[in-house]
């Protein structure tokens, strides 16, 4: 079946500090990968996506490498800033079962000064 | 362009009282989908529709959730009676036709529901 795991949480870095937070997946296709972000008391909003196999996908610093080799999807940030404190989110849909999306259980991120 | 509204996005109610939440999609979005999050979780499923038909409901309690789209717009999802473990936020997405490879959903701001 289909699943996402993620690291967890919570994680707290000081600010500029380099982020990575780790998602690997289970997948019986060819997975579409996602990263959403959820600030407090907002719904989740897409982050990035990649397609296919090798594909990086980028926004506001965020990167995240669709390896299927190692069936990852790690996200990434340089320099991480007080408001990026959020709750991140990977997920995986697949177009065999009509493009059911599954989530992980959220990472959450805290950015001190 | 408008992006997915709820409503409302608050509610308290007393365990065994009916409520009801609405969502109307992004516009020219065929696909809706409603979810549960729990605190601290991630968002799980539970109803699709494409259009106005419901394609996944697999993880919908029937005994006591309903959902209907009628038109293949708006969507509205009904818990009756209400009880203490459905204090969650319900989550309204969209996307263009479910088919396509790599689409992506857009969500709505939640509806916070605490049952006391």
């Known amino acids: 079946g289909n699943s996402v795991t993620q690291m967890e949480g919570p994680v707290t870095l000081s600010e500029e500090a380099f982020l990575t937070i780790n998602c690997t997946y289970t997948?019986?296709?060819?997975?579409?990968l996602f990263w959403y972000v959820q600030y407090p008391g907002e719904g989740l909003q897409l982050l990035l996506k990649?397609?296919?196999?090798?594909d990086k996908g980028s926004n506001k610093g965020f990167e995240a490498t669709y390896r299927k080799e190692t069936t990852s999807f790690h996200l990434e940030k340089g320099s991480v800033q007080v408001s990026d404190s959020a709750v991140y989110f990977c997920?995986?849909?697949?177009?065999?079962?009509?493009?059911?999306?599954?989530f992980g259980t959220g990472t959450s991120l805290t950015v001190i000064p | 362009e408008a992006g997915v509204v709820q409503s409302p996005r608050y509610k308290i109610i007393e365990k065994k009282q009916p409520v009801a939440f609405w969502c109307n999609p992004i516009?020219?979005?065929?696909?809706l989908y409603w979810y549960r999050q729990n605190l601290g979780q991630g968002p799980e499923l539970l109803i699709r529709?494409?259009?106005?038909?419901?394609?996944?409901d697999s993880q919908l309690p029937k005994d006591r959730f309903s959902a209907e789209r009628l038109k293949g717009v708006d969507s509205t999802l009904k818990i009756q009676p209400a009880e203490l473990g459905d204090s969650a936020v319900y989550l309204c997405?969209?996307?263009?036709?479910?088919?396509?490879?790599?689409?992506?959903?857009?969500f709505g701001e939640g509806s916070w529901l605490t049952v006391v």
């Open positions: 516009s020219g979005h065929n696909t």
């Open positions: 529709y494409e259009n106005e038909e419901a394609v996944d």
């Open positions: 997948a019986t296709g060819y997975p579409s």
């Open positions: 990649a397609t296919k196999a090798d």
């Open positions: 997920a995986l849909s697949d177009r065999d079962t009509g493009n059911q999306f599954y």
């Open positions: 997405a969209s996307s263009t036709r479910g088919r396509l490879s790599g689409n992506t959903i857009y």
